[in-house]
């Protein structure tokens, strides 16, 4: 496991953006697939966006596709998601994820097994 810490979160007006980084602990993180997941209030965490440990995979959810773009820094341990045009509908807390070592980019939950705090994300009318 890795320890993951976010940031970037805020509030932002409706068509704003904001970029979320996420910095991961250890030696591992260019050797796992991140992702970022959301929850609402009231609502059950849902999947956001997905990259592979290469960086050339990436899926995004259907509400992200197109707004949304998910990115990776090896180097500096740090996975990114930069969101444009964002809604009332997108304030969550958003969280980061590393999967296991070496296994592709997935939208399943349970595939990962280290969790950030999560960063706040609010979008105003």
């Known amino acids: 496991q890795v320890q993951l810490v976010e940031s970037g979160g805020g509030l932002v007006q409706a068509g704003g953006s904001l970029r979320l980084s996420c910095v991961a602990s250890?030696?591992?993180?260019?050797?796992?697939?991140m992702a970022w997941f959301r929850q609402a209030p009231g609502k059950e965490r849902e999947f956001v966006a997905t990259?592979?440990?290469?960086?050339?995979?990436?899926r995004y959810a259907d509400f992200a596709q197109g707004r949304f773009t998910v990115a990776r820094d090896n180097a500096a341990n740090t996975v990114y998601l930069q969101m444009i045009d964002l809604k009332p509908e997108d304030t969550a807390v958003y969280y980061c994820?590393?999967?296991?070592?070496?296994?592709?980019?997935?939208?399943?939950?349970?595939?990962?097994?280290?969790w950030g705090q999560g960063t706040q994300v609010t979008v105003s009318s």
């Open positions: 250890g030696r591992t993180f260019s050797r796992r697939p």
């Open positions: 994820a590393a999967g296991r070592l070496g296994r592709g980019a997935t939208m399943t939950a349970p595939e990962y097994d280290s």
């Open positions: 990259i592979s440990w290469i960086g050339g995979d990436t």
